[in-house]
């Protein structure tokens, strides 16, 4: 692993089973939620993962996470294997890897105070023996954090119905911060935000970023933000990737259709732009992910599609720096 890599991810799948009967439970099929995919992310950047919704991308966090066992492939996080890793390691890996979920209502547990909820990853292993720190030492950092994630440490003590949904998520920030991660998966921290607290959030993130040195894989649908926050970003269709590339280097020139697609629907500021500019419309739904595809995963709706495409399945090729693509029209 180069030294700046800070994660692997290598031909990860995540199937689901399909099962029937009440009694006899018998796999009849699987949900290919994650088909194969490869990631680097390397240390201090943001990676954005973006696509249509069900495309995988919460999947893959929670993957790469361990709180869903993959069906196959490799992440590595610091050269470690964390699919084959023991419960033990599994769990000193966890410190380096915090997730911030994304709903604030449903991911903070709804009889533990603020502080508590802060302060639970540190009680937990430093029950363990993993962690050297002291009861003091843990309601200080608790009281700190508040005040880093912009809430008043005397709020320690109020229940999480007691806070709006951005003072509820900077709780969740606060918790992922706790242990000092190297990574953190965030999970659509602020899709369910009003816009005007989504820039207070996003804000607060890039700042810890800079003060924490931190790594991010920023998930989110919406691609103004994903703009706004994130070095690289990776398109997802269908549990493959089908792009990667600066962010920059992407909103300027996409290469895939889907990509296009995509960039095609975001809104632009300049009102004669914008109404010269030609939408592309994606003809048909999402296909089901519950049938192996031999071909492009994006063939059926795809406006560019040739014949090769149908029976071949084309694999991320480098094309000019760090872009990456995954189409045949290249």
Known sequence: MADNILLQVRNLKMHFPIEEGILLRKKVG?????????????KGETLGLVGESGCGKSTTARCIAQLHKPTGGEVLFQGKDLCKATGSELL???MGIQMIFQDPYASLNPRMTA???????????????MLDISKK????????LMEKVGLSKHFKNRYPHEFSGGQRQRIGVARALSLNPKLILADEPVSALDVSIQSQILNLLDDLQKEFDLTFLFIAHDLAVIQHISTRVAVMY?????EISTAEELYKKPLHPYTEALMSAVPIPDPDIERNRKRIILTGDVPSPDKERFGCYFYDRCPKRMEKCKSSIPQLKVMEGKHQVACFLH
């Open 30 to 42: 699987a949900i290919r939620a994650i088909d194969g995919i490869d990631l680097d992310i390397e």
């Open 92 to 94: 000193s890996a966890r």
């Open 115 to 129: 502080g508590n909820i802060i302060a639970e990853p540190m009680v937990i292993y430093r029950e363990r023996k």
């Open 137 to 144: 030492e843990i309601t200080s950092r608790v009281e700190d």
């Open 238 to 242: 269908l549990g493959r990737i089908v």
